[in-house]
């Protein structure tokens, strides 16, 4: 490790020592997401099972609640409720990642792990350089840099990033984010035999490819993925423009459903779909575990205007990470679910039938900050059904309009700001409120709005209106435990 490798160790650890208390104490804290230990989270990094134990990386700025030179934080566990917060994994310390180790991916090979990670550099005249590095690693804990393994190939300007590695047949696969010299975003595919020796395998997708037209200037984070007999693309689009309902973040995210060729090195796929509804959900990321689960976990947050509002700032942290999420591919749509292990953190169950009429209505027992719901609609007599969480956000269903919306007070300006979806016929919401986010899942995952909400800190209600039979079950939920 190079001296000021050690360096920046040292510093990142100090910076975690001096806020400690700080970040523990903030009321906005999320007790069952992983959350930096001080400063800035965005991109889940290098998810993998590696000898049993789930590895969970993410892009880190320890300094600052602002972008800059990333570091890829780390952090273990055997449950996936239970974490253990590791060394630093890597550090922007040499002369091809000096600007940050910027997000990738990870991959098991005899008994090896390897990560691959996009260095970012930026000269002294403001140009920008990108370099495909790899890191080695035994243990899965200490990492030996190998530096760059391949060469930036024409017809991309120098936002090429994000290596997600694959294996398939006898071959490794390398899907990257990329930019064309046209400033139309783009996926680069590129293979290997043996890992360290990468060649360009061409443009599997981007702007103007698939029956595409213009598809933003940038594409982040892709990930290449075989589900139920699909090969389906998520990446994150930068340059969409808002269309209806669609579209409203800053960026998006969203999926491909289609076939992938890895002779002719050709995808083919049909539209893209947004992987979420809500606010903040981009750049996520998926493995596939032991048991054969495919599990994503996305930043739930956004590079957007009100990013440097947010009110855990002065708590000096920003950002987190979803709840990790089981992948399913059903009727042609791709479905998310919290896994199975959430139950366990599973107290207090509250369960009732009962009929909700216009008032709004709020019971003592159903009520909290670090929730679990389900509500199922058994009978709807009105044509609209509200949620209201904390005074802070609210869901909304109009039968008459087949619309879900999901309401929230802005950070940056205090005014109500929404996001909706299209759900034909809507039976059951599940809910997980931590003490500044919700997950919302409709109709068994088929649609997910995510977001990040900053009720009053004392504020428990929940409430309901509109009249309908309804099934309530509720949990508090206990948080991860994060072993330092
Ligand atoms: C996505 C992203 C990636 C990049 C990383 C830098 O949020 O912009 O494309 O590698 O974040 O932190």
């Known amino acids: 490790m ?5 360096l ?15 970040v523990q104490q903030d009321p906005y804290r999320l007790h069952y997401h992983l ?6 989270l965005n991109d889940p990094n290098g998810l993998i099972q590696f000898k049993g134990v789930y590895h969970v990386f993410y892009q880190w700025n320890p300094f600052e609640t602002a972008h800059g030179a990333k570091f890829w934080g ?12 590791e060394p ?25 792990m390897y990560l691959f990670y996009t260095g970012n550099v930026k000269q002294a005249d403001g140009t920008r350089e990108t370099y495909q590095c790899l890191a080695v690693s035994e243990d899965g ?9 391949l060469n930036h190939p024409e017809g991309y300007t120098a936002h090429f990033r994000d290596p997600k590695v694959w294996r398939q047949g006898d071959c490794w696969f390398m899907v990257l984010g990329a930019q064309t010299t046209e400033e139309q975003g783009a996926v680069a595919l590129f293979r290997s035999k043996d890992l360290f020796e990468w060649e360009e395998a061409g443009r599997i997708a981007g702007s103007g490819l698939n029956g595409l037209g213009d598809f933003g200037y940038m594409w982040e984070c892709p990930d290449l993925i075989h589900l139920n007999g699909q090969d389906i693309l998520l990446v994150s689009p930068q340059g969409l423009e808002a269309r209806g309902y669609e579209f409203q973040n800053l960026f998006q995210s969203g999926y491909f459903a289609g076939k992938f060729d890895g002779e002719r090195l050709i995808y083919e796929h049909g539209p893209f779909t947004e992987l979420d509804r809500g606010f903040d959900l981009y750049a996520p990321q998926t493995f596939i575990d032991e048991k054969g689960r495919t599990i994503l976990f996305g ?22 990470l979803t709840m990790p999420r089981e992948l399913h591919f059903e009727n042609g749509q791709l479905s998310q679910r919290p896994m199975d292990e959430m139950k366990r953190l599973r107290k207090n169950k509250v369960q009732t039938e009962l009929a909700i009429g216009d008032e709004e209505l709020s019971f003592p027992q159903i009520a909290g900050k670090s929730t679990e719901l389900i509500v199922e609609l058994l009978e709807l007599q009105g044509s609209s059904f509200t949620i209201t969480f ?4 609210e869901l909304r269903y109009d039968a008459e309009r087949s619309e879900v919306t999901l309401e929230r007070k802005s950070v940056r300006t205090g005014e109500t700001e929404s996001r909706t979806c299209i759900v034909p016929s809507l039976s059951k919401i599940h809910a997980f409120l931590d003490h500044s986010s919700l997950e919302i899942f409709l109709n068994g995952g088929k649609e997910v709005f995510t977001a990040r909400y900053f009720p009053e800190p004392m504020d428990e209600d929940i409430t309901f209106s509109g009249e309908a039979v309804v099934r309530l079950e509720k949990w508090d939920l206990r948080g991860f435990v994060v072993d330092r």
């Not at 630093?88 to 090896?112: H, Q, T």
């Not at 904390?390 to 956000?393: L, S």
Request: aromatic share 12%.
């Open 35 to 40: 959350m930096p230990p001080v400063g800035l």
């Open 299 to 320: 930043w739930m947050g956004m590079t957007d205007e009100a990013e440097q509002h947010q009110p855990t700032l002065a708590s000096h942290w920003v950002h987190a």
């Open 141 to 149: 804990i200490q990492f030996e840099k190998v530096g760059p393994i």
């Open 74 to 85: 780390h952090y273990t566990s055997t449950d996936l409720l239970q974490w253990r917060e």
């Open 390 to 393: 904390r005074n802070n956000a």
């Open 2 to 6: 190079s001296e000021n490798d050690q």
């Open 8 to 22: 920046l160790r040292l510093w990142a650890r100090e910076t975690v020592d001096k806020y400690h208390e700080t």
């Open 88 to 112: 630093i994994a890597l550090a922007p310390s040499e002369w091809y990642d000096k600007n940050g180790c910027y997000s990738g991916s990870a991959v098991e090979w005899e008994g090896r």
